[in-house]
């Protein structure tokens, strides 16, 4: 059974900054690609960012790009999501994702699997 556990949310200033982790089991994580979503109340759930199995490549939202950064370990299964420059229109429920096959991709349909979120609250 495969299993995703966010960590690492909570509040803080604008212009602060937060690490999210991301840890798999029940799978070789190596395999997965990996993404980051995040979704705020009375919103769709919307693509932050993602890294492919080898972590050579990744792609964000426009909305992150030069604020935030996706990394990965395969040896400890896990996925980080740096957020630095927070806005407090960063605030949401962020979600990492599994997708089995394939490339990435931001569309949240394409992923495989779901951790439960981590609240991230961004205050002015």
């Known amino acids: 059974q495969v299993q995703l556990v966010e960590s690492g949310g909570g509040l803080v200033q604008a212009g602060g900054s937060l690490r999210l982790s991301c840890t798999a089991s029940?799978?070789?994580?190596?395999?997965?690609?990996m993404g980051w979503f995040r979704q705020a109340p009375g919103k769709e759930r919307e693509f932050v960012a993602a890294i492919s199995r080898s972590g050579v490549t990744t792609r964000y939202a426009d909305s992150t790009k030069g604020r935030f950064n996706i990394s990965r370990e395969n040896d400890k299964s896990t996925v980080y999501l740096q957020m630095n420059s927070l806005k407090p229109e960063d605030t949401s429920v962020y979600f990492c994702?599994?997708?089995?096959?394939?490339?990435?991709?931001?569309?949240?349909?394409?992923?495989?699997?779901w951790g439960q979120g981590t609240q991230v609250t961004v205050s002015s």
């Open positions: 029940g799978r070789t994580f190596s395999r997965d690609a």
């Open positions: 994702a599994a997708r089995f096959t394939g490339g990435i991709v931001i569309g949240a349909d394409e992923y495989d699997y």
